[in-house]
């Protein structure tokens, strides 16, 4: 029963700071880059960050560069995304998946089923 969750999500206000967990359950993390992915109202799904399973690679989106960081602690099974100076532009429901092959493949063994953010005054 492999499986991701995504957890810590919520409503803040602009400006304010969330930090997403994405932990793993029947399957060693270790041997996974994780991606976080987010749908906001209306779009696509668009990638936010990656972190390879060594965390030598680590890949942003321009819209996050510099307010989120990615990192993992493979002890705990889990990846985290701490996101700072939130923007409206910023909601919606955020995704992590894990890929055996790294960070830029298509290839996406497990999905979490998403946790809500949601930034508004």
């Known amino acids: 029963q492999a499986q991701l969750v995504e957890s810590g999500g919520g409503l803040v206000q602009p400006g304010g700071s969330l930090r997403l967990s994405c932990a793993a359950s029947?399957?060693?993390?270790?041997?996974?880059?994780i991606n976080w992915f987010r749908r906001a109202p209306g779009k696509e799904r668009e990638g936010v960050s990656c972190?390879?399973?060594?965390?030598?690679?680590?890949d942003y989106a321009d819209r996050v560069r510099g307010r989120f960081t990615i990192s993992r602690d493979n002890a705990k099974n889990t990846v985290y995304l701490q996101m700072n100076s939130l923007k409206p532009d910023d909601t919606g429901v955020y995704y992590c998946?894990?890929?055996?092959?790294?960070?830029?493949?298509?290839?996406?063994?497990?999905w979490g089923p998403g946790t809500q953010v949601t930034v508004s005054s």
């Open positions: 998946a894990a890929s055996p092959v790294g960070c830029g493949s298509y290839y996406l063994d497990y």
């Open positions: 029947g399957f060693t993390l270790e041997d996974y880059a």
């Open positions: 972190i390879s399973s060594s965390s030598r690679s680590i």
